[in-house]
């Protein structure tokens, strides 16, 4: 059972976790866009893409809000 693919030297892209082959151009990643968002990802910060980020304190506002009232309960 030799398997001459397992040979191969693949990597899962870091950015979508598909399979990438070391003489891949763009290896490790799968292609110049998932390069790019990871790259984008630590020039922002901590994993920060231009996502809509809720804040906690907004949804505590609006949790409390709700459980505040407590009259959903019978
Ligand atoms: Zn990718």
């Known amino acids: 059972m ?3 693919e397992k040979s191969a030297k ?3 892209c870091p950015t ?3 399979l990438v082959r070391a003489r891949d151009e763009d290896f490790p990643f799968c292609s110049d866009r ?3 968002i990871d790259l984008g990802k630590w020039a ?3 994993y920060k893409i231009s996502s809509p980020v809720v804040d906690p304190e907004v949804l505590e506002d609006l949790g409390g809000a ?3 009232g407590g009259s ?3």
Do not use: F, I
């Open 2 to 4: 030799a398997s001459r």
């Open 10 to 12: 693949t990597l899962r």
């Open 16 to 18: 979508c976790g598909a």
């Open 34 to 36: 998932c390069r790019k």
């Open 44 to 46: 922002s910060g901590v």
């Open 66 to 68: 709700g459980t505040g």
């Open 72 to 74: 959903r309960e019978n």
